[in-house]
């Protein structure tokens, strides 16, 4: 008989939410795949067990080499735990490969459920829970960031994006350029961690926020587009979705008709910002 894949979530900073089966598969698995094995010994000590099996390393610069070791072990009948630094495996972190390299041997993957940031950020922002979509950490790149953005310009759902302390304030600048200034969203940072704190309030203002310096690990969340005809649109938000377009690819005709159509809006209203944009100076 093949073994079987568990995917365990540990915890994203207090080791207390650590859930209690963690300890168990820790102590019973035949072989512990950690992102950081370091990292996973505290975590031991922490809980206060020691792995019987097996540990190797299986993190993002070892993962296609280390991901056919860890099939082999599993037809041979082996436990395999796959555990990342914080959260889920899989999510934004190492265990992708393994699941679909595990999957397509028809062996069995379950998982011990454990801690989120997304879904931690996501409850503690403030804004709405029905529909989100997590789009992971954005390009480095300023251009591909940009590019990224606006792919999801106009999306409904809440918005769950993972960044690097060092980048949020280029991050949120860009996400108030695309989305608007305006647009709601909340800076969590350090979750469940001593220092942990929320931020919310437009993109704008937390760019300005975030340029002063910010530390710890962010999870951001952001309000999704309104609706289509759900709030007046000035003439120079009209103005600025029509230059994101273009800026996008779109030809101005084309742009000026999809700005029309989302604002609910006649073309010529937004026809007649631009011109009036242009001759501006603006």
């Known amino acids: ?12 900073g207090d080791v207390k939410d650590a859930p209690p089966r963690l300890a168990e598969e820790l102590a019973g698995a035949d072989v512990v795949a950690a992102e950081d094995t ?3 010994r505290r975590l031991t000590q922490a809980l206060g067990v020691q792995p019987a099996g097996r540990v190797v390393s299986y993190f993002e610069g070892n993962e296609s080499a280390r991901t056919p070791e860890l099939v082999e072990a599993l037809l041979e009948g082996s436990r395999v735990l796959l ?16 699941v679909a390299a595990a999957v397509e041997k028809d062996i069995r993957v379950t998982a011990v459920p454990g801690p989120s940031a997304v879904l931690t950020a996501l409850a503690l922002s403030g804004l709405p829970v029905d529909r989100f979509c997590f789009e992971g950490f954005l390009p480095r790149k300023a251009g591909e960031r940009l590019g990224r953005l606006r792919e999801v310009a106009e999306e409904r759902r809440t918005l769950v994006y993972f960044e690097a302390p060092h980048r949020l304030d280029d991050t949120l600048a860009a996400m108030a350029e695309v989305f608007g200034a305006e647009r709601r969203a909340a800076v969590c940072r350090e979750l469940t961690k001593t220092y942990e704190e929320v931020r919310r309030g437009g993109l704008g203002e937390l760019a300005e926020w975030a340029a002063e310096g910010v530390r710890g690990e962010i999870t951001v969340v952001v309000e999704g587009a309104p609706e289509k005809g759900a709030e007046e649109v000035d003439a120079a938000e009209l103005v600025r979705r029509v ?18 159509a989302e604002a609910g809006v006649p073309k010529r209203e937004v026809f007649d910002a631009v011109v009036a944009a242009k001759n501006a100076g603006a």
Not at 1 to 12: D, F, K, S, W
Not at 83 to 98: C, I, K, N, Q
Not at 243 to 260: F, M, N, S, Y
């Open 38 to 40: 370091r990292r996973l």
């Open 1 to 12: 008989m093949t073994g079987t894949l568990v995917l365990a979530g540990t915890p994203i």
């Open 243 to 260: 230059r994101v377009r273009e800026e996008a690819g779109e030809r101005r005709k084309e742009a000026i008709a999809a700005v029309a």
């Open 83 to 98: 555990v990342t630094d914080a959260g889920m495996p899989s999510v934004s972190d190492p265990g992708y490969r393994l």
